[in-house]
T-cell receptor
Framework: AQSVTQLGSHVSVSEGALVLLRCNYS??????LFWYVQYPNQGLQLLLK??????LVKGINGFEAEFKKSETSFHLTKPSAHMRDAAEYFC??????????????FGKGITLSVRP | GAGVSQSPSNKVTEKGKDVELRCDPI?????LYWYRQRLGQGLEFLIY????????KSGLPSDRFSAERTGESVSTLTIQRTQQEDSAVYLC?????????????FGPGTRLTVL
């Protein structure tokens, strides 16, 4: 069984400040990990993914995440927040990339607000 | 190119009515997923189709929920005798079979409101 924990439901930062969104996972097998972003009234868009290659993963829009097996974490960061980063962010895990193992288990999501 | 499309974008129905939600995956994507997003919650997996294999229905919450997919084309999610707790955004995603990155491409969703 797999699970994802995203602590807190809302994070607020000032424009230009560091963004840190936390994600911890539970998985009985080496996981595939994903961060998705959902802008208002839009579908989910993939920010980045970890698929057992480099542990530091760079994604779109300046976001990156680091896979830490010892901490079962996959926290999302961005050095400098922009107003356009305001959205809801979901961390997800799957046991594999193909077949029934590819279905995603999502966290509850975190809403990021960016103050001018 | 065209992404995943879903229709209708919004659906308001009365308790007890049946509803059908449609998903058009990206052309050539053999895998198709349905998820449900209830207010304040993450996405919950409902059902998974891959080609002509038997679907994985392990996430369907009750026998009022069913889904069909013909080959690698359109999928329809049907909810019979809708209840207020069925109110949610229903999201469809597709993925190419080839390639091992596991990325799923999501549609914009159908917002279902059961009165």
């Amino acid at each position: 069984a797999q699970s994802v924990t995203q602590l807190g439901s809302h994070v607020s930062v000032s424009e230009g400040a560091l963004v840190l969104l936390r994600c911890n996972y539970s998985s009985s097998v080496p996981p595939y990990l994903f961060w998705y972003v959902q802008y208002p009234n839009q579908g989910l868009q993939l920010l980045l993914k970890y698929t057992s290659a480099a542990t530091l993963v760079k994604g779109i829009n300046g976001f990156e995440a680091e896979f830490k097996k010892s901490e079962t974490s996959f926290h999302l960061t961005k050095p400098s927040a922009h107003m356009r980063d305001a959205a809801e962010y979901f961390c997800a895990v799957s046991p594999g990339a193909t077949g029934a193992n590819s279905k995603l288990t999502f966290g509850k999501g975190i809403t990021l607000s960016v103050r001018p | 190119g065209a992404g995943v499309s879903q229709s209708p974008s919004n659906k308001v129905t009365e308790k007890g009515k049946d509803v059908e939600l449609r998903c058009d995956p990206i052309s050539g994507h053999t895998a198709l997923y349905w998820y449900r997003q209830r207010l304040g919650q993450g996405l919950e997996f409902l059902i998974y189709f891959q080609g002509n294999s038997a679907p994985d229905k392990s996430g369907l919450p009750s026998d009022r929920f069913s889904a069909e997919r013909t080959g690698e084309s359109v999928s329809t999610l049907t909810i019979q005798r809708t209840q207020q707790e069925d109110s949610a955004v229903y999201l469809c995603a597709s993925r190419p079979l080839a390639g091992g990155s596991g990325e799923q491409f999501f549609g914009p969703g159908t917002r279902l409101t059961v009165l």
